[in-house]
């Protein structure tokens, strides 16, 4: 599959934009991760670049390409998990977006294709104590590997989340 096909694709589930309002749909797990990882306004700076810019991703073993970056609404990304044609399809695209003085992130959502159906928002915010990384997901099984999978397939969800944050973290303290 090629990254322009995807703009002929529709979203695996009905509830786009929830993970903006902190809204799980009935019948999804849900997955949240709120991580201090820096200070400072360089360090938020450095942050929200490598968010907005697909870095975050690439450096976490997610490797991404994207049509557009900056992440904006409606851009689609085509990642890869796992090595060389084994690797799993992670069709996605940008639901929303926000880049305000203390908040800068985005959210996507599944395509058909892709192996769950959900939506996942990547938030950094600037706050009194520091800067902190929230990881919001809420995801159900899309094809009969990820049903199968069942608990791996949630832990395997943790465990991106925590790599996200640590190349997240690794990105800005450059």
Known sequence: ??????????FSYDVVG???FDETPPGYHRLELRTRIGDGDEFFRRAGEALMTWKMHNKAGVRIKATDTPAVIGANSLGRLGIGS????VLCRVVWVVDEPDRIGFAYGTLEGHPEAGEESFLVTREPDGIYFTLRAYSRPATWYTRL???ATRTAQSIFARRYTTALRRLATR
């Open 18 to 20: 929830s993970t903006r």
């Open 149 to 151: 999978g069942g608990r």
């Open 86 to 89: 084994l690797g799993l399809p």
């Open 1 to 10: 599959m090629k990254l322009a096909d995807l703009a002929g694709l529709r």
